[in-house]
């Protein structure tokens, strides 16, 4: 009778290194110039949505370690010329998904539209 005992034990532990080994298969794929090209087409789309003055291009951004537990990367996009004051910002998971946003039009996520 105490192997019934166990058997809960022995499938949560089964259960964490399932989790464990899946969230290492999606994160083995993902590299920090993956996550700056993705956030950098999005700074692309975001300023021409905006109306602002200013050539965007991918050049613009540049990245740094993010601060925190879940933050992974910060990535800073800033056009060259023509739009003084003009500054996005994506901070990025390490899964690739976006936790934070500020740019010109506001801060906090991109409302969905309907």
């Known amino acids: 009778m105490r192997v019934a005992y166990w058997i809960p034990v022995i499938l949560l532990t089964l259960l964490l290194a399932v989790i ?36 965007p291009q991918v050049t613009d951004c540049s990245a740094r370690p993010g601060r925190g537990g879940w933050s992974w990367l910060v990535v800073t996009c800033r056009p060259k010329r023509g739009a003084e004051g003009a500054i996005y910002r994506y901070e990025v998971n ?10 010109p039009g506001g801060s906090g996520l991109p409302q969905p539209e309907a």
């Open 20 to 55: 464990g080994l899946r969230y290492g298969i999606l994160r083995q794929g993902i590299t920090e110039t993956d996550v700056i090209t993705l956030y950098a087409q999005r700074y692309l789309a975001d300023h021409a949505r905006s109306g602002r003055p200013g050539t």
């Open 94 to 103: 390490a899964l690739g998904g976006l936790i934070r946003f500020s740019g």
